[in-house]
């Protein structure tokens, strides 16, 4: 594992931003695991600018978002089809019909789960994932538990996590209950994982997740046991 420490925001999204940029450029044709929440907006916004001035080429690639809401569709702006499409996708030229988000929004979500772990194993598995975590140590939404879930599938958000989200919401009980997230087995699968966290309150669940013993009831723990892990994170 390579733990870096940085003390802002803007340093950890410029790493971040180049551990991306030089996947693509040493791979264009590579298969991007993506992820939604606060954490990545800045290594986005990197990716952007690299994009615009013509330093990066994302037209070979695909890519592949860690989890959905149940429930919303990706119109509904709270959706993280939505917001990969408006935070990053219809900023760089990646060819819109080789993103995937899973979909909340299908009766079978068993189902649903099945079909986006075959994707991602037809696709050859994930080159580089990009992680946040949550203060419970989630990753994706894999939720603290007793044991680690290996496919894709539906879980019943944590009420930490649904407090933590309902700043996206205008309140809290349009936050939805339930979401599908990539399992731990195509996270662990990926060649490289990319793990960025910013701010004091996660100071606590990165030492838990980084330091600590391996345990489902922090889920992140799990990625000491990856073979290619960098973790970024800034107090700041
Ligand atoms: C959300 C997402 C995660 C994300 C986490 C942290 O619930 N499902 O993928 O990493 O919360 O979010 P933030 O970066 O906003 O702290």
Same mark, same amino acid.
């Given at each position: 594992m390579r733990f870096i420490t940085v003390d802002s925001y803007e340093k950890l999204s410029t790493k971040a931003a180049n551990i991306i940029a030089a996947q693509v450029i040493s791979k264009p044709n590579s298969i991007l695991g993506l992820a939604t929440g606060s954490s990545p907006l800045g290594t986005y916004a990197k990716l952007v600018e690299y994009y615009k001035s013509g330093e990066l080429d994302f037209s070979e690639a695909t890519s592949v978002n860690l989890d959905e809401y149940v429930g919303?569709?990706? +119109?509904?702006?709270?959706s993280y089809r939505y917001f990969m499409n408006t935070n990053f996708f219809q900023h760089i030229n990646i060819p819109i019909e080789r993103t995937a988000v899973p979909n909340g929004c299908v009766a079978d979500l068993k189902a649903e789960g099945e079909r986006y772990d075959k994707h991602i194993q037809d696709l050859g598995g994930i080159d580089i994932q990009l992680l946040g975590i949550g =203060?419970? /140590?989630?990753? /994706? =939404?894999? @939720? &603290?538990? @007793?044991v680690f879930i290996k496919e894709t599938h539906e879980v019943d958000l944590d009420a930490s996590t649904i407090e933590a989200n !309902?700043? =996206? =919401? !205008?309140? @809290? +009980? @349009?936050? &939805?209950?339930k979401a599908i997230t990539m399992g731990m087995g195509a996270i662990m699968n990926a060649k490289k994982v990319l793990l960025i966290a910013n701010g004091k309150g996660k100071k606590d669940i990165i030492e838990k997740s980084f330091f600590g013993p391996i345990t489902p009831k922090v889920p !992140?723990?799990?990625?000491?046991?990856?073979p290619d892990l960098t973790v970024i994170y800034s107090e700041n």
């Open positions: 919303l569709t990706g +119109e509904n702006d709270q =203060f419970d /140590g989630h990753i /994706g =939404f894999n @939720e &603290p538990d @007793e !309902a700043r =996206f =919401f !205008a309140s @809290e +009980e @349009e936050v &939805p209950r !992140a723990s799990i990625l000491q046991l990856h």
